[in-house]
């Protein structure tokens, strides 16, 4: 990927390029839909990655010229006077990020010694290709992966020297602005925070994380991508966010991460019915969590992979956010020997199911899973073994 982000730099601009970045995708284990809800959630940064290879020059005005190898597609913008734009082209995420780091305000999120430097550094005119292997839409949030890696890269440019979490709030808040996809914590703050060999437990109420070793090699993650792609900018994932709001007001609580399971029940009554389904998923889903950590840490996997498969029935019941394709490729993954657990991961309505597997097993598992979900559905799906990789990370610097 390294070799291919410099080529297509070179292809693209007759140069080469001075900086390479990587940003790997996520896959949320256990915890959906809980991030804005204030919840707790598990994901991990796997080893399918965006890269982008990069050079700043002295073009004036500064502007950012940028090729997307996946998509295709050069575009060209300037840095001067940024402002979300109605149409939301595909480099819209680079565009927010790059305003928030042009911002004043990004000194009040600097670690590094600002007194002397008042107003945020100018950023340079930038030439740019991205190459990437996560598929776009599928619930491993590709979109993060970009935001995060080009944030990296401009904190390292302009030596902003923002933490993880200050990065990753950077990248929501932008995607929030210029994308118009209202999501949670999660995925930048895993991207920018994850190591390999383990899982992030983040706290999305105190925007903190902790990380868990994962596994030892007695089980293996599977990734299957239903082929079926959704739009978190359709309107359906802030519905469910508007949904929690108005489930969290009607209990008097600030988030539904301050609601307890018998107090939920002891609500059932006055709430809504929609609204009780919605509260009822995120309350017991922030509770597998928990649980579901103590699990992992004494390696009880099977007892894991059963709160994973429960995590789904919740979230295809209670929380309606499944799909007949995802649906489909849980059950036959359940029924598979050597699957613990399966469920959808992420904003689901299509995208991915995540299986926990015996190790040993996954290619077998992956085989029939593929086989039985195209005599099922008549689709294809392709399958990928995921492992905990390293987060966002700059492979080469100038000079
Ligand atoms: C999307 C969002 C995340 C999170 C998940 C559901 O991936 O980007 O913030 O809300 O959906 O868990």
């Known amino acids: 990927m390294l070799e291919w982000a410099r080529h297509c730099f070179l292809d693209q601009f007759g140069v080469s390029a001075d900086w390479v970045v990587r940003a790997p995708g996520r896959v949320n284990i256990i915890g959906d839909h809980v991030d804005y809800n204030g919840g707790l959630v598990l994901p991990i940064g796997i080893g399918y990655s965006t890269v982008l290879a990069a050079k700043a020059n002295a073009a004036y005005p500064p502007r950012v010229r940028v090729y997307s190898e996946p998509l295709d597609r050069r575009a060209e913008f300037s840095l001067v006077d940024l402002h979300p734009s109605e149409t939301r082209p595909w480099w819209s995420y680079l565009a927010g990020v790059a305003d928030s780091f042009q911002s004043r305000s990004i000194h009040s999120l600097s670690t590094a010694d600002t007194a002397s430097r008042r107003r945020p550094e100018p950023i340079p005119s930038i030439d740019m290709a991205i190459v990437s292997d996560l598929p776009v839409g599928a619930g491993l949030s590709s979109s993060a992966a970009l935001s995060v890696a080009w944030g990296t890269l401009l ?53 903190t994380h902790e990380l868990v070793p994962w596994g030892d090699g007695e089980v293996e993650l599977l990734v299957a991508d239903t082929g079926v792609r959704r739009a978190l900018g359709d309107g359906r994932y802030e519905m469910r966010r508007r949904e929690c709001r108005q489930a969290a007001s009607a209990l008097n609580a600030a988030s539904l991460r301050d609601v307890s399971p018998p107090q939920l029940a002891d609500a059932e009554e006055m709430l809504d019915r929609v609204l009780f389904r919605r509260a009822k998923h995120v309350v017991e889903e922030i509770d597998r969590v928990r649980r579901g950590m103590e699990l992992v840490r004494n390696k009880r996997w099977r007892d894991f992979g059963s709160l994973m498969t429960l995590s789904h029935e919740s979230l295809r019941d209670l929380f309606e956010v499944s799909s007949p394709e995802l649906d489909a490729m849980v059950e036959i993954s359940a029924s598979l020997d050597g699957v613990f657990g399966s469920r959808m991961t992420g904003g689901g309505f299509g995208g991915c199911t995540v299986s926990l597997v015996e190790a040993g097993s996954a290619e077998l598992i992956a085989n029939q899973m593929v086989a039985e979900y195209r005599q099922r559905t008549g689709l294809p799906s392709h399958i990928m073994l995921v492992r905990p990789s390293d987060g966002a990370r700059i492979l080469q610097r100038p000079g």
Not at 164 to 193: F, N, Q, T, W
């Open 155 to 207: 904190d390292a440019l302009l030596a902003t020297g923002l933490s993880s979490i200050k990065l990753a709030r950077v990248c929501r808040d932008s995607e929030h602005r210029y994308a118009g996809v209202p999501c949670g914590i999660m995925d930048p703050l895993c991207i920018a925070a994850c190591v390999a060999g383990h899982g992030v437990l983040i706290d999305c109420a105190s925007e």
